[in-house]
């Protein structure tokens, strides 16, 4: 194992923190019982935010971001985890308060990991990343609430729809058999979302102001919104009687002015999805289900492939709207 191993580090600087590609050393990582050997890991928004300083979700730097990654175990010191074993990790804070998944190895507790589903190969994984995996999170929360393709009258929305989120959630919600409308700001990428799966394409501009009214004529039998803000603000007041919304995402910002009259008058209702502390049998049960209604034709035509020193100019990219589907870090 060589001992030497290539990461992007972001060093405090005091406007934004600025980010190099360098070698570091194993004792540079931070402790954990598993070192893994990373392959891959993926671009989310959330990395943009860490990898340009946004919300001050780093408070100690140096860092190395990379809030998901996947790989092989090369020493364990929990017996779960034996060296050659495949392994995932999304969430718990790993990117943001430890080190993450823009290096060849990681140091991360054992309780974070999961192993690889039977079926997915590392780059896979990540094409799902954490993106894919909450999009898995937001589908189950609103079947869970009473949604399924015999009963939804009329389409399932996705907000942000050509991003991580929205194209993973596009796709499932067509394996699944709901009619999908997937909205987006880029009209360009009509025929992709088509071809993940969605029946109709909503212009962003359609959906993008604050509603005018608290209510709106019934359209959506639930919705993924990946955007929050004005959008979801909007779109609370078009869903249809007994709905629900999964909210994952601030892509159009935190705010959300709204009026309990959807709540009140519509029974709407509004469900927040953390796939951050999502516990471990949940965490499984959605990689499981992924692998199995995910094709990987599917996954491989959403993603695209880059290296470590493509990641700040694509942090720029993703915070700006401008990845299409997921884009995966590949670091062997
Ligand atoms: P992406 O950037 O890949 O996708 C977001 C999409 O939203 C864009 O592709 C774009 O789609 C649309 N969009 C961007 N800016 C705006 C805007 N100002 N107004 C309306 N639409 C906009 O990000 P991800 O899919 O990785 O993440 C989406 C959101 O979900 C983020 O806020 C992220 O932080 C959050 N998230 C939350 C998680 C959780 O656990 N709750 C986990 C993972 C992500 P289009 O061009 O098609 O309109």
């Known amino acids: 194992m060589s001992e030497t191993f290539k990461a992007l580090v972001l060093e405090d ?11 570091l050393t194993l004792s540079d990582l931070p402790e954990g019982d598993v070192l893994v050997r990373v392959t891959h890991s993926g671009l989310n928004y959330k990395d943009g935010m860490i ?25 364990s010191g929990d017996a779960r985890y034996r060296p050659g074993d495949a392994v995932v990790l999304t969430g718990w804070r790993v990117g943001e308060v430890h080190w993450g998944g823009y290096a060849q190895m990681a140091r991360v507790k054992a309780d974070w990991l999961v192993p690889l589903p039977d079926g997915l190969t590392a780059r896979r994984a990540m094409a799902v990343g954490t993106a894919g995996f909450t999009a898995m999170l937001a589908v189950q929360a609103l079947e869970d609430d009473g949604l399924s393709p015999g009963n939804a009258q009329g389409e399932v929305l996705v907000t942000g729809a050509s991003g991580g989120v929205g194209s993973v959630a596009v796709s499932l919600l067509s394996r699944l058999g709901y009619p999908v409308a997937a909205v987006t700001g880029r ?23 604050p509603p005018g009214k608290p209510l709106l004529g019934e359209r959506w ?14 779109v609370l007041a078009e869903m249809r009687y007994g709905s629900s919304v999964a909210a994952c995402g601030l892509a159009g910002g935190p705010a959300l002015k709204t009026t309990v009259l959807p709540f009140l ?20 049960a959605a990689w499981t289900r992924i692998t199995e209604l995910l094709p990987t034709d599917v996954l491989d035509s959403m993603t695209t492939e880059i290296g ?7 942090a720029d990219r993703i915070l700006q709207g401008q990845v299409r589907g997921r884009a995966v870090v590949v670091l062997d």
């Open 187 to 209: 009209p360009d990428n009509e025929e992709y979302l088509k071809g993940l799966g969605a029946g109709s394409v909503v212009a962003r501009a359609e959906l993008a102001d």
């Open 221 to 234: 039998a639930g919705c993924v919104d990946a955007v929050g803000g004005d959008m979801l603000a909007h």
């Open 265 to 284: 008058l519509r029974g709407v209702r509004l469900l927040g999805i953390d796939s951050v502390m999502c516990p471990t049998d949940r965490r499984t």
């Open 13 to 23: 600087a005091e406007k934004a923190p600025v980010a190099s590609v360098k070698e």
């Open 51 to 75: 990898i340009k300083g946004l919300g001050r979700l780093v408070r100690k730097y140096p860092h190395v971001p990379g809030i998901d990654f996947a790989g092989t175990v090369e020493e």
């Open 308 to 314: 470590l020193d493509d990641l700040p100019d694509y």
